[in-house]
């Protein structure tokens, strides 16, 4: 039986590992052991922080319509209450949108809030 060696496999493996640890510092990007835990944390972090950015997005938007909320003399609560009895189906993100960037139609929605309640 002819004798296999696993160098080209072995060395593709090790690059491909190299190449994900580029931006570590010290050994964690040099040596194989280190690099290889590295990259698999950080693809476990990569992971995690796809679910988490966009919890922390809708923290933001509600902040953002709180704030403007309360600059028409409602609650973020209160305001959501209303648009939904109101029957208007705007999502946070664009809500968020309108109170940074667009002051009046926010305080148009915020009025209209306030009258459904």
């Known amino acids: 039986m002819p004798r296999v060696t696993s160098s080209v496999t072995r060395l593709k493996r ?10 570590a510092r ?14 698999e944390k950080g693809l476990t972090y990569a992971y995690r922080d796809r679910r988490l950015r966009k919890r922390d997005f809708r923290r933001l938007w509600i902040a953002r319509i709180n704030a403007g909320a309360r600059l028409n003399d409602t609650t973020y609560s209160r305001m959501m209450c209303g648009l939904k009895n109101a029957g208007v189906e705007i999502n946070r993100k664009v809500l968020a949108d309108l109170a940074v960037s667009d002051a009046a139609a926010f305080s148009e929605l915020a009025e209209l809030a306030k009258k459904s309640l």
Do not use: D, Q
């Open 26 to 39: 010290g050994g964690r990007k040099n040596l194989l052991k280190s690099a290889k835990e590295t990259v």
């Open 14 to 23: 090790k690059k491909k590992i190299m190449r994900a640890s580029k931006g």
